[in-house]
């Protein structure tokens, strides 16, 4: 977009906003013994390079005669494609006549023009004097703080390496990230004497200085202002204050940046402030200054090198785990997975033989092929993907018992009953919220029952896109998939099976609710008792 265009679209919607607020709304009758009233401010930034709007809204939440504190909820917008929204707290407070302390805390939230996603927490210090003003900030992004960019001439994708219980991200040479920067920055201002010190206009001249850093990444340069306000401007609404300024800034990466900042106060209170408080009682709503932005750099992985990096999160911060078979064994599987703790991802590689039932803990996602979103331990978020289903070959009762808001995707499991009188690949009792999904589970017995998948209560429920065999070589029962009680069972796009000595289905259903949308499934079913709902298959048969 052209910053003409830019210009105009932006006066237009501060014109409208000025129109629709310009009359007090009803709760703006305040007790005369407060000071201060919310307002919301609109400020347009034209630059040479890049362009801005913003809104702000202050908002007192608690006040006395001589401190202050507020809520201000900012949202930006630049003609780059960037936007991004601040929401913080402050508290400011007159020390004497000449002096107000103040600080204040932000979460900040933003989405580059290059469409990556940041969250930054910042924190701030304030003296505001009649002649001088000093302030400084400091800026500490988290969460996620680097993501993979389109671009930069990748010779390829990240690989994925799994060995020795540790998954391990390789970017090609040349790819791109761009990352999120902590830093701070400071300033000091001096009051142009041209007006006296009680009077509705005021000059203010501004210099300071920013430094942003990671690793090989450095933003630092000095930056200056100058600042004119009316605290009442003539002909418009009680209370309006207008302020007009330069902006320049110089550092090592994005060069010479110059705006003129222009600001539009919309007061929510029905007095006219401006007459009534003194010059520092005025000051005590003074728009917060800070960094207009999250600051974000971008480079190679590995400036014309492949960097490798661990990964120890999922994209959202949980615990991952990793275990593969030359690092972890089969007989030491079941305790791994407990130690890894509820609503963690366990990942596995290999194949693992046990005679122990690996019981997940609630929340836990236990997973072999598959895409996985994770964060490598400098914050960068990639999806990464295993294209080998991970095998669990045991001979227990039950190979896996699942629990609340458990997840078993991309695995092949095996239950092999000997020994023992009957065995289950999967089960659970009485838990809810399960998801079963993309992978390969048979129960083979000789003198038992058989089967691979055995629900008994629990509800919200879903099985969908597995193969599921069970089979009884002697005169035993058998069933690939066995619900008993459970409400809400969802089960889409199986190949189910079962060989026994009885004729059974496949699937068999007792006193169990099926949902909507169990389609596309292949093989047989039998039930009993009351059975709600319709599994459908590709035969064209159906079940109840």
């Known amino acids: 977009m052209k910053p003409t265009a ?9 014109l409208i906003a000025a129109t629709l607020l310009s009359t007090p709304p009803a709760f703006a009758q305040e007790d005369v013994a407060k000071k201060w009233s919310p307002h919301f401010d609109m400020q347009l930034q034209p630059g040479l390079h890049r362009s801005l709007m913003e809104g702000d809204l202050f908002l007192p939440v608690s006040q006395n005669a001589d401190t202050l504190v507020f809520g201000d909820l900012r949202a930006r917008f630049d003609d780059e494609g960037a936007h991004e929204g601040n929401f913080g707290l402050g508290l400011r407070r007159m020390i004497n006549e000449d002096w107000i302390l103040g600080g204040y805390g932000f979460y900040d939230r933003q989405t580059s023009a290059l469409g990556s996603r940041f969250d930054q927490a910042t924190a701030g210090f304030e003296a505001l004097g009649r002649n001088w003003d000093f302030r400084a900030n400091a800026y500490v992004p988290f969460g996620s703080t680097a993501s993979t960019v389109e671009g930069g001439g990748a010779t390829g994708s990240p ?28 300033e000091v201002g001096w009051r142009v004497p041209v007006f006296d010190t009680e009077a509705g206009k005021q000059l203010r001249l501004y210099a300071g200085g920013y430094r942003f850093e990671h690793d090989a990444l450095l933003v630092t340069g000095p930056r200056v202002r100058a600042e004119f306000v009316i605290d009442q401007v003539p002909g418009f609404w009680k209370g309006a204050r ?14 010479s940046q110059s705006y003129a900042v222009l600001r539009l106060r919309v007061p929510f209170g029905g007095r006219d402030d401006a007459q009534v408080l003194t010059a520092q009682e005025r000051r005590m709503t003074a728009p917060v200054v800070r960094d207009i932005d999250i600051v974000t750099q971008t480079r190679s992985s590995g400036s014309g090198k492949a960097t490798t990096e661990a990964v120890t999160q999922t994209a959202d911060g949980k615990p991952l785990k990793v275990f593969t078979d030359d690092a972890t064994t089969g007989a030491a599987l079941p305790g791994a997975v407990s130690a890894a703790g509820a609503n963690s991802t366990v990942l596995l590689s290999g194949t693992f ?18 895409t996985l979103s994770v964060k490598t331990t400098s914050g960068q978020a990639v999806s990464v ?52 999904e993309n992978s390969v589970i048979t129960a083979t017995t000789s003198s038992g029952t058989a089967s691979g998948v055995s629900f008994s209560g629990g509800s919200d429920i879903t099985i969908r896109n597995s193969t599921i065999s069970a089979t009884a070589t002697s005169a035993g029962g058998s069933r690939a998939i066995s619900a008993n009680g459970v409400t809400d069972l969802l089960i889409a796009g199986n190949t189910v099976s079962n060989q026994d000595f009885y004729g059974g289905g496949a699937i068999i259903l007792n006193n169990t609710g099926i949902a909507t949308g169990s389609a596309g499934n292949s093989g047989t079913c039998q039930t009993f008792g009351t059975v709600t709902g319709t599994i459908s298959f590709t035969d064209g048969s159906h079940c109840p």
């Open 6 to 14: 830019t210009y105009v679209s932006i006066g237009r919607a501060m």
């Open 159 to 186: 690989t994925v390496q799994l060995a020795n219980n540790a998954l391990v991200l390789t970017l090609p040479a040349g790819g791109r990230e761009e990352r999120a920067l902590p830093g701070f920055d400071a």
């Open 242 to 255: 207008f302020s007009a300024g330069l902006e320049y800034q110089d550092d090592n990466v994005r060069g």
């Open 353 to 370: 033989n046990t005679t122990s039932t690996i019981t997940l803990q609630a929340g836990q996602t236990l997973v072999g092929a598959g």
């Open 385 to 436: 993907t295993n294209p080998h289903r991970a095998a669990i070959n045991g001979n227990a009762i039950q190979v896996i018992a699942m629990a609340n808001d458990t997840i078993v995707r991309g695995l092949t499991i095996t239950q092999s009953s000997s020994g023992i009188a009957s065995g289950t690949g999967l089960y659970a009792s009485n838990n809810s919220r399960l998801l079963v």
